[in-house]
């Protein structure tokens, strides 16, 4: 049964880097029918997605936060992780990593059909 | 960037009885990218329904998702106790998420 497992620290001062890690169990990420992403959620901003990642490495990110994420995968370790730089307050949100599916039989589709239970992260000044 | 409206914000509505949620985009989409999730809170949010309208796996036949273009809705049957919580729906497009702000279906 696959279960996604989000880590790290929940209070980051500002200015400094934000890190998470998506520990995922019952799969192993290389199955290449998938990506996996990271969506953070905010009172003020409600569901954003940050960005995704093959096993292989391939990343896209959100263009609203490509100039501060990195995404990165370590596949002997199932998991993959996020780095968030020069944090302010607007990105205290609970982060969310996800699983994304791109296929359903032969038709595309693009959504996250299993998620970690989330972890809240603050930016302190 | 395609921007989600859903509307209600709020629906109010007693068990035993019909919801009907829509997700307007501000330009034509494809179906196959469309989906909805149910949130309660303190959870993480559930897929219940991709490609516009095929429901996930475990969701019942009571959630529906239909559509196209600029207009999608997803219509609870009947509603029951659990089915009261937030309804986000979420687009792909040009290699970017987008997700709806969210309608929130309480007991009446």
């Known amino acids: 049964q696959l279960q996604l497992q989000e880590s790290g620290s929940g209070l980051v001062k500002s200015a400094e880097t934000l890190s998470l890690t998506c520990t995922v169990s019952?799969?192993?990420?290389?199955?290449?029918?998938?990506?996996w992403g990271w969506i953070r959620q905010s009172p003020g901003k409600g569901l954003e997605w940050i960005g995704s990642?093959?096993?292989?490495?391939?990343?896209y990110y959100n263009p609203s936060l490509k100039s501060r994420v990195t995404i990165s995968v370590d596949t002997s370790k199932n998991h993959f992780s996020l780095n968030l730089n020069s944090v302010t307050a607007a990105d205290t949100a609970v982060y969310f990593c996800?699983?994304?599916?791109?296929?359903?039989?032969?038709?595309?589709?693009?959504?996250?059909?299993?998620w970690g239970q989330g972890t809240l992260v603050t930016v302190s000044s | 960037e395609i921007v989600l409206t859903q509307s209600p914000g709020t629906l109010s509505l007693s068990p035993g009885e019909r919801a009907t949620l829509s997700c307007r985009a501000s330009?034509?989409?494809?179906?196959?990218?469309l989906a909805w999730y149910q949130q309660k809170p303190g959870q993480a949010p559930r897929l219940l329904i991709y490609?516009?309208?095929s429901r996930a796996t475990g969701i019942p036949d009571r959630f529906s998702g239909s559509g196209s273009g600029t207009d999608f809705t997803l219509t609870i049957g009947r509603l029951e106790p659990e089915d009261f919580a937030l309804y986000y729906c979420q687009h792909y497009g040009n290699s970017l998420f987008t997700f709806g702000p969210g309608t929130k279906v309480e007991i009446k």
């Open positions: 490609g516009a309208s």
């Open positions: 019952g799969v192993s990420m290389r199955d290449n029918s998938y990506y």
């Open positions: 996800a699983r994304q599916i791109e296929r359903s039989g032969w038709s595309p589709v693009a959504c996250f059909d299993s």
């Open positions: 990642i093959y096993y292989s490495g391939s990343t």
């Open positions: 330009q034509s989409v494809s179906s196959n990218y």
